[in-house]
Nanobody, 123 residues
Framework: VQLQASGGGLVQAGGSLRLSCAAS????????VGWFRQAPGKEREFVAA????????YYADSVKGRFTISRDNAKNMMYLRMNNLQPEDTAVYYCVQRVYSEGSYYPSDYSFWGQGTLVTVSS
């Protein structure tokens, strides 16, 4: 499985970005996917996840109400819409995929990781 994240960049506080993740797996629609992030000097943390059928989504408290995760199974794509970005959102964002259909908050539950895309929010 290959996961290719894109869409990162530099944005001012209060701005928006949309991250995309392209997955190579043929059975993409059967697996939960999500996003983690890692800021410099900090632990990797959960951001959001979505079940295989997109009926359930999961968010970290720090992004709830500002970020929206979605997926397009026909295109093997996942997205993260990020609104009202703040400097504390600055991090490398990784797209991830499970072998199961239900999302999870724990990094150890995800078998496949993309290379990451950098999001920098200036104050």
């Amino acid at each position: 499985v290959q996961l290719q994240a894109s869409g990162g960049g530099l944005v001012q506080a209060g701005g928006s970005l949309r991250l995309s993740c392209a997955a190579s797996r043929r059975a993409f629609s059967e697996h939960a996917v999500g996003w983690f992030r890692q800021a410099p000097g900090k632990e990797r943390e959960f951001v959001a996840a979505i079940n295989s059928d997109a009926r359930n989504t999961y968010y970290a408290d720090s992004v709830k109400g500002r970020f929206t995760i979605s997926r397009d199974n026909a295109k093997n794509m996942m997205y993260l819409r990020m609104n009202n970005l703040q400097p504390e959102d600055t991090a490398v964002y990784y797209c991830v995929q499970r072998v199961y259909s239900e999302g999870s908050y724990y990094p150890s539950d995800y078998s496949f990781w993309g290379q990451g895309t950098l999001v920098t929010v200036s104050s």
